[in-house]
């Protein structure tokens, strides 16, 4: 196996445990998962779950506050870095 096959494979086991972690402690909803909750619902969940559990062992000003899932990456300029003066509605939300 490759990098590459052990990755896919970790995450395919991962998304199934946590499945049914969830769905166990969750009954209510057993199978509602699929119908009721999008994938980017599913996943934003799941990372907030992630950062809940790593902010427990973090200093007040290294915890994580907020964040936001893209779907495409930032636009770079030359060197790489982040064109991040197209992107003001991070730093104020009320500019679009």
Same mark, same amino acid.
């Given at each position: 196996?490759? =990098? /590459? %096959? #052990? +990755?896919?494979?970790?995450?395919?086991?991962?998304?199934?445990?946590?499945?049914?972690?969830?769905?166990?402690?969750?009954?209510?909803?057993e199978?509602?998962?699929n119908?009721?909750?999008?994938?980017?619902?599913?996943?934003?969940?799941?990372? =907030? /779950? %992630? #950062? +809940?559990?790593?902010?427990?062992?973090?200093?007040?000003?290294?915890?994580?506050?907020?964040?936001?899932v893209?779907?495409?990456?930032?636009?770079?300029?030359?060197?790489?870095?982040?064109?991040?003066?197209?992107?003001?509605?991070?730093?104020?939300?009320?500019?679009?």
């Amino acid at each position: 196996m490759d =990098k /590459k %096959e #052990i +990755e896919q494979y970790v995450t395919q086991v991962a998304r199934e445990v946590l499945t049914q972690v969830y769905q166990h402690i969750n009954p209510k909803i057993e199978g509602a998962i699929n119908d009721a909750l999008s994938a980017e619902a599913w996943t934003n969940m799941l990372i =907030k /779950k %992630e #950062i +809940e559990k790593a902010n427990r062992s973090l200093p007040v000003f290294k915890k994580i506050s907020d964040f936001t899932v893209r779907s495409e990456p930032f636009e770079k300029n030359a060197q790489q870095k982040i064109r991040r003066f197209l992107y003001k509605s991070y730093e104020n939300p009320e500019v679009k």
